[in-house]
């Protein structure tokens, strides 16, 4: 019997460690995320995202990832490994670019409440990925919030009401 957990072990190994993961790049930089390991010697399991702002380059990691399955379909025998490729969230900015108006009326409505716009890549998936693709374009703007998603994450009155005046900017240039 073979033991999936060694099996997953070399799976792991087989991606890259040093380069292409979230702790190693950064910006505009892709990467395999691991995300979720579970199971014992009879099956495991693993979950890995697949980031890239790059649409080509993100089909180039799916391709690997599928070769990586089969290579291991091969060692193994066929089925010993399950693939499931999905899509999640994918760069907004593929439709963003087409209608730099909408980007421009976020920036906008952030120096009216005085604040200076910072652009950066968000390297995580986001609500405002998921409705530009179902058809409602939506740039990601700053909620308030600080240091997300870590242990100092907190949320500052005054940038929660800063926040808000943003939004409000923003419903006042759609509606006029």
């Given at each position: 019997?073979?033991?999936?957990?060694?099996?997953?072990?070399?799976?792991?190994?087989?991606?890259?460690?040093q380069?292409?993961?979230?702790?190693?790049?950064?910006?505009?930089?892709?990467?395999?995320?691991?995300?979720?390991?579970?199971?014992?010697?009879?099956?495991?399991?693993?979950?890995?995202?697949?980031?890239?702002?790059?649409?080509?380059?993100?089909?180039?990691?799916?391709?690997?990832?599928?070769?990586?399955?089969a290579?291991?379909?091969?060692?193994?025998?066929?089925g010993?490994i399950?693939?499931?490729?999905?899509?999640?969230?994918?760069?907004?900015?593929?439709?963003?670019?087409?209608?730099?108006?909408?980007?421009?009326?976020?920036?906008?409505?952030?120096?009216?409440?005085?604040?200076?716009?910072?652009?950066?890549?968000?390297?995580?998936?986001?609500?405002?990925?998921?409705?530009?693709?179902?058809?409602?374009?939506?740039?990601?703007?700053?909620?308030?919030?600080?240091?997300?998603?870590?242990?100092?994450?907190?949320?500052?009155?005054?940038?929660?009401?800063a926040?808000?005046?943003?939004?409000?900017?923003?419903?006042?240039?759609?509606v006029?």
């Amino acid at each position: 019997m073979v033991n999936a957990a060694l099996i997953a072990g070399e799976i792991i190994a087989a991606f890259p460690q040093q380069t292409e993961t979230p702790a190693t790049t950064e910006k505009y930089e892709g990467f395999y995320h691991l995300g979720r390991i579970s199971g014992g010697v009879e099956s495991a399991e693993l979950t890995y995202i697949l980031r890239d702002h790059d649409a080509t380059i993100l089909k180039k990691r799916e391709k690997f990832v599928t070769e990586l399955a089969a290579s291991f379909n091969k060692k193994y025998g066929e089925g010993t490994i399950v693939l499931e490729l999905k899509d999640q969230y994918r760069n907004m900015d593929e439709i963003l670019q087409n209608q730099p108006e909408i980007t421009q009326i976020a920036k906008n409505a952030i120096i009216e409440a005085g604040i200076t716009p910072i652009v950066r890549p968000i390297r995580g998936g986001t609500d405002g990925s998921q409705l530009t693709f179902m058809g409602l374009p939506c740039p990601n703007i700053f909620a308030g919030g600080h240091n997300a998603h870590g242990p100092y994450e907190y949320v500052p009155i005054p940038s929660m009401e800063a926040a808000v005046q943003v939004v409000v900017n923003i419903a006042k240039a759609v509606v006029n």
